[in-house]
C-alpha cells in the first residue's frame, strides 16, 4: 500500500504541474501545484483503499473460550 501512495502521489503531483502549465497559471502557482496535487492524490488513494478494504471480508474472528467457562457449562 506504501507504493501505491508514493506512485498516485507522485503522478498526480505531475499531472497539477502539467495542468496549472498548460492553463497559463503563474509560477508560484505551478510551483504549489506539484505539493498540492501530490497530497490530494495520496488522500484519494487512502480513501479508496480503505472504502475497498471495509468490503473484503477478513479471516472469521477467532473465540477464545477460558476453562472457567468451560467448567461452568460442564
Request: glycine share 12%.
Amino acid at each position: 500500500m506504501a507504493i501505491g501512495v508514493m506512485i498516485s502521489g507522485i503522478v498526480s503531483g505531475l499531472f497539477a504541474v502539467l495542468w496549472a502549465l498548460i492553463v497559463g497559471a503563474p509560477l508560484l502557482v505551478v510551483l504549489f501545484a506539484y505539493p498540492v496535487g501530490g497530497m490530494a492524490g495520496v488522500a484519494l488513494f487512502l480513501i479508496a483503499a480503505s472504502g475497498i478494504a471495509r468490503h473484503i471480508p477478513g479471516p472469521p474472528a477467532l473465540v477464545h473460550v477460558s476453562a472457567d467457562s468451560r467448567r461452568n457449562q460442564a
